[in-house]
């Protein structure tokens, strides 16, 4: 039976990855190890479940962060300080949380223990023009996030772990992220009905988070045949510029307006396709389409939208 470790485990996917881990048979224990910077809640729900447990610790406690990972059969580094922004507003935070968490993971846990770090795809910084990003390709970060990130795998697969290097993940979570560009844009639509678009042409690549959490346990189901490896996690249907985004949305909220501002740039330089053939060969295939997660964040952001609307007792 497997004990399971997932730090940042109250966040965006760590909240998803934990409710789906606690329906497979061989799983014991999934603890949720978070300082809740961000005061998230979603995770109290969740801890109804038997196999779920909390534990209040920040990544840069070693003494106590050590004693969790001295347990686990499994470990999920999920702490992290994400994006562009936030890793430029404190670029030594963002080096402790993305970087040297885990290199001390990987120096502390047991010999046994199974790693498996969902990294970001957005090392790749600018890619060639219609030329797809392989696990082969070079690592050029343009960002402190970037670099950041790049940093914490090569620790990883550097002491065996495997590494998934996510494309922009969109749809539900416990916690949920409107700043995710498909979250975001679509919340747009919906509220203000049109957007502004710099550099409208910059393209990446997207996946829905029910399905990065499927390539996560197929990775840990599947650790000593993929140890050491890298795998790009993303929808192959879904490199797509910033402009064909908000044309698939518009397909299903036509009232949507989109215009472009050609002068003002995006401080966020990446541009690149990217191919999951890696990952596909596998036998892994994503189970949700843009159109289907574009429907269901239609369906699921009435409870944001209005949750953010003020309202007056009369």
């Keep these: 039976m497997k004990k399971i470790l ?3 485990g109250a966040g965006y996917i760590g909240t998803v990855l934990a409710n789906e881990l606690s329906l497979l048979s061989d799983v014991s224990e999934i603890v949720i190890y ?15 479940n038997p196999k779920i447990k909390f534990i209040y610790g920040d990544v840069r406690e070693y003494d ?20 562009f922004p936030a890793c430029e507003r404190d670029k030594q935070l963002a080096s402790q949380i993305n970087s040297k968490q885990i290199q001390f993971i990987m120096g502390a846990k047991p010999y046994h223990t199974k790693v498996i770090l969902p990294n970001s795809n ?16 070079p690592l050029r970060p343009i960002s402190a996030y970037g670099t950041t990130k790049c940093e914490g795998e ?28 498909v979250n975001d844009f679509v919340q747009r639509a919906m509220v ?25 346990i197929l990775m840990m189901n599947n650790y000593e045949k993929y140890q050491g490896q890298v795998f790009n996690v993303g929808l192959s249907s879904a490199n797509l510029s910033k402009m064909e985004l908000c044309e698939k949305i518009k397909e299903q909220i036509p009232s949507f307006v989109i215009k472009t501002d050609d002068f ?3 401080l966020d330089k990446r541009d690149y396709i990217v191919s999951n053939e890696k990952l ?17 964040l239609i369906k699921c952001l009435p409870v944001i939208i209005h949750t953010n609307t003020q309202h007056t007792n009369l």
């Design 264 to 266: 003002a740039k995006d």
């Design 6 to 8: 997932i730090t940042g």
């Design 34 to 48: 978070d300082n809740l910077m961000y005061k998230q809640s979603g995770v109290f729900a969740l801890l109804s």
């Design 192 to 216: 203000d009905n049109f957007i502004i678009l710099f550099e409208a042409n910059f393209k990446r690549n997207f996946i829905h988070i029910k399905d990065v959490v499927s390539a996560m």
């Design 280 to 296: 596909e060969k596998t036998g892994w295939q994503a189970s949700m389409s843009i159109e289907d997660g574009i429907s269901e």
């Design 64 to 83: 106590k962060f050590e004693k969790e990972i001295l347990k686990a059969d499994v470990i999920f580094p999920l702490a992290a300080i994400v994006g």
């Design 154 to 181: 090569t620790y990883a697969i550097d002491g065996g772990a495997v590494a998934l290097r996510l494309a922009t993940v969109f749809g539900p979570s416990f916690r949920f992220r409107k700043d995710l560009l």
């Design 122 to 137: 957005s090392g790749y910084g600018v890619g060639e023009k219609g030329k797809f990003c392989t696990e082969e390709s």
